[in-house]
């Protein structure tokens, strides 16, 4: 049965800690707990996703060798269809290890027993980082009652694209790519050889329909969360039809 140690707090400051290991999951809990985090364990990835059920989470602390499944695996569940960021506890950390968790979407990557000085440091700038995010959405949120209109916003943290009215979607890493690269330009439109490059793929058949694979999903996403956004502009590539803030 998972443990709760809590200080009552916004959802974009919890913490949920994954760990088959019961001495290290009991040593990251108390000290969280101690720097006056809201904190729940769980033994394993079953366990975690019961208590998705019924609590939101800023973070979870996800270890690899997990009783029952890879942490690496949940540490993808969460990319795709969450917007918790997660961070990988390891028996070993090298190289190959590092890359596999960052591919798998997790943020960061601690070697066991953690430096808890180092972890500590981490998790209060990630919740941090959550908190702004949050603030934002309550801007948007404020703004749409009493009547003002809001701009489109990608948000870094979290890869989620934010609609005018604070409507807001989970996007996978590609998605991110390509509305961030936008985002970011300074021209009316991205040349569709500039997106290749910046995406990784290669200027072939198999490379472009993934990139249109992109696209379509975008322009789904996008309604979802308020409407038309991305313009295709012949002959060159894509571009936003209103202005877009990189946050």
């Known amino acids: 049965m998972s443990n709760s140690y809590r200080i009552e707090q916004p959802a974009s400051r919890r913490i949920v800690i994954v760990v088959s290991d019961p001495e290290c999951r009991g040593r990251l809990a108390a000290m969280l707990q101690d ?53 990988m506890l390891a028996g070993s950390v090298d190289r190959k290890v590092r890359l ?46 009493q009547g003002h209109h809001s701009k489109w916003k990608i948000l870094r943290n979290g890869w989620v694209l934010a609609g005018p009215r604070g409507t807001m979607v989970k996007l996978t890493i590609k998605e991110f790519e390509f509305m961030s690269l936008l985002a970011s330009s300074n ?43 991305i313009e295709t502009a012949h002959g060159v590539g894509w571009g936003f039809s209103t202005e877009v803030a990189l946050v």
């Open 35 to 87: 720097e006056g985090h809201d904190v729940d364990t769980a033994a394993s990835a079953l366990e975690f996703y019961g208590l998705l059920a019924h609590r939101e989470f800023r973070l979870a602390v996800l270890e690899a060798e997990l009783s029952d499944q890879n942490g690496l695996l949940v540490a993808r569940f969460l990319k795709r269809n969450t917007t918790i960021s997660s961070i």
């Open 100 to 145: 596999a968790v960052y591919h798998a979407g997790a943020l960061a990557c601690f070697c066991k027993p953690v430096d808890l000085g180092e972890f500590s440091v981490l998790v209060n700038n990630l919740l941090n980082r959550g908190q702004a995010a949050h603030a934002e959405v309550l801007v948007n949120s404020m703004d749409m009652q």
């Open 187 to 229: 021209q009316m439109a991205v040349s569709r050889n500039a997106i290749l490059a910046h995406m990784g793929y290669r200027n072939d058949v198999h490379g472009n329909k993934a990139l249109e694979a992109v696209v379509h999903r975008l322009r789904l996403k996008t309604q979802v969360a308020g409407g038309t956004l």
